[in-house]
């Protein structure tokens, strides 16, 4: 693996002869983007240290896992923590006062959708989001980049921003990172996302390296843009795909700026779960001990365990929502689909082991009926969902803090996987993070690779990729 490059080195974008050098003999002091425009490369120079809203605070740790308190403006939350998503304001099918409830910490918005509906103008006028809807826990509003993925057919990204076509009227609206961080300061979320240049995973190519070196040159103008310093913490986005030169590069840069926190993006998006442990695993490795990491778009449980272990701290998803509109419900054991017709008769509860409202009240049979007829069963499933990523959440922190999470981790496998059949990818990432789970792993006869801890660090990571052993448990 090379060394490192200085992130000020500009990025090859449109083919031309230089495009066929090699990657580290190419560093010219200009380059043209593809919307034509010459872009000086000036070399970086960290501005004045910004103050911070947030203290982060590691309580315990086992290995690369580690269990924090984070206090922000309007909550002190314990990582690691799940996040659900509330696009425009609110949880689908969940009131504020269950989400307290059920312990949620932190809820998503999104600026693209809030600045479209109702406008960030109203919410500023309203006192900021956690007026408007009446939520006095934290929030974190992503940056609107993730729509150059979701929405690619209405946006067009240039150097100076990405100008989408409204889903609502039909009419442009350019969002460039001044644009996202003022957004974000009148939303007045504690965490707010800069603008990135966001890609799937599944694109190779010059694309991908071109996403990152503007993602970089983004940061500073959102930097430059952040007007509420004091109140609301401004984190950056690693991207570079699955290349961990580009992650390498991405991630030191980011930590040159020396920001409240940092994400890592650009996963969940169709990449096998081999590059996305990995990628994972060279990130938290080289990011701040003493700044919370945070993991966007991961929302399978066993995903969040895995990075936990890894190092992670933060997470978001629509999917435990999401599935449960299409009337499936977690449990230990994996999902449970309430609408196949062997629940019709189940009079048990989803889970027997949750002490969830709806797991003590209602049965598989009652809430089958409800899937297939009435808009109540996915509220009752969402309630349920959300509450098993909330005790997951609780789960995580506790077991490190009291010493016991490697058993944690071999118990949630056991129940995931009873045959012992856990992914290989799992147990690879596992070896890595320095957790012993070969007692409820069954041997792969064909591994032949052994991986430690130290194998996948800032600058050395292995990218054989190996078939991915994935599946959905489906308990009937």
Not at 85 to 103: D, P, S
Not at 322 to 341: M, N
Request: charge should be neutral; proline fraction near 7%.
């Amino acid at each position: 693996m090379r060394n490192s490059i200085a992130i000020a080195v500009p990025l090859r974008l449109r083919p031309n002869i230089s495009n066929t050098l090699p990657h580290h003999k190419f560093r010219p002091t200009c380059f043209h983007s593809h919307e034509g425009h010459t872009i000086s490369c000036v070399p970086y120079s960290a501005p004045q240290t910004k103050p911070m809203a947030l203290h982060f605070e590691i309580l315990g740790r086992f290995n690369r896992a580690r269990a924090a308190q984070l206090t922000l403006p309007h909550f002190v939350c314990q990582t690691p923590l799940f996040m659900p998503v509330g696009t425009q304001g609110t949880i689908k099918g969940l009131t504020n006062n269950e989400l307290e409830r059920i312990g949620c910490q932190i809820i998503l918005g999104n600026t693209y959708h809030l600045a479209l509906r109702p406008t960030s103008e109203l919410l500023e006028e309203a006192g900021g989001l956690h007026n408007f809807m009446n939520w006095p826990r934290a929030m974190l509003t992503d940056s609107g980049g993730f729509q150059m993925v979701s929405l690619l057919h209405l946006a067009d990204i240039t150097e100076e921003g990405v100008t989408f076509q409204s889903p609502v009227d039909g009419k442009p609206m350019l969002l460039t990172p001044e644009e996202s961080i003022q957004i974000q300061n009148r939303i007045g979320a504690d965490i707010i996302m800069a603008l990135d240049d966001v890609v799937k995973t599944t694109i190779t190519g010059p694309r991908i390296e071109e996403a990152m070196y503007r993602t970089l040159r983004w940061i500073d103008r959102c930097i430059a843009a952040h007007k509420r310093p004091h109140d609301q913490n401004l984190f950056g986005i690693v991207q570079g795909g699955l290349d961990p030169e580009l992650r390498d590069i991405c991630v030191k840069g980011l930590v040159d700026r020396n920001l409240p926190g940092y994400a890592i993006g650009g996963l969940a998006g169709g990449e096998d779960k081999d590059s996305f442990w990995r990628v994972v695993a060279q990130c938290t490795a080289a990011l701040p001990e003493d700044k919370p990491r945070y993991v966007m778009g991961v929302g399978y449980p066993l995903d969040i365990v895995v990075c936990s272990a890894l190092g992670a701290d933060m997470y978001d998803c629509v999917y435990p929502t999401r599935t449960a509109r299409f009337g499936t419900a977690l449990i230990p054991e994996g999902v449970l689909k309430l609408k196949h017709r062997a629940m019709a008769d189940d009079t048990r509860p989803i889970d027997p082991t949750c002490p969830c409202m709806v797991c003590k009240n209602y049965t598989r049979a009652y809430i089958h009926c409800l899937v297939t007829k009435d808009a109540m069963g996915s509220q009752l499933l969402s309630y349920h969902n959300l509450y098993y990523m909330m005790r997951l959440s609780r789960n995580l922190h506790t077991s490190i803090v009291e010493g016991r999470f490697p058993k944690f981790v071999c118990d949630f496998l056991q129940t995931m996987f009873p045959k012992g059949d856990v992914p290989e990818w799992v147990c690879n990432a596992m070896e890595v993070a320095g957790i012993d789970i070969s007692s409820c792993c069954a041997p792969f006869p064909s591994c032949q690779e052994k991986y430690s801890s130290d194998e996948i660090g800032t600058n050395d990571i292995h990218m054989e990729l190996r078939l991915t052993h994935t599946r959905s448990v489906v308990v009937y």
